[in-house]
């Protein structure tokens, strides 16, 4: 199983999305620095999850979510997800 996750930094509410095979352990990493994207916008928190049965799957949505860009933040914002 893999999943495509969404994350909020606690610092500035942007966002960040990813995906993993384990989502509690990818968001301890985040969360630790080891991500070098992330590390400067720490604490993150999870918002959201999605769980595909291959990582081709999740990485083709996780494309997919990226390609939306500041369209998707916008959304984000307004459903209140901050």
């Known amino acids: ?34 991500m070098y ?12 999850y999605e769980a595909y049965g291959t990582q081709a799957l999740a990485r083709e949505r996780e494309r997919q979510l990226k390609r939306f860009g500041s369209a998707y933040t916008a959304l984000l914002k307004r459903l209140n997800l901050k």
């Open 1 to 34: 199983m893999s999943f495509v996750y969404l994350l909020q930094s606690e610092v500035d509410d942007t966002f960040y999305i990813g995906s993993t095979e384990d989502v509690t352990k990818r968001l301890r990493e985040h969360n630790r620095g080891e």
């Open 37 to 48: 994207y992330t590390r400067r916008k720490m604490p993150w928190k999870l918002l959201y």
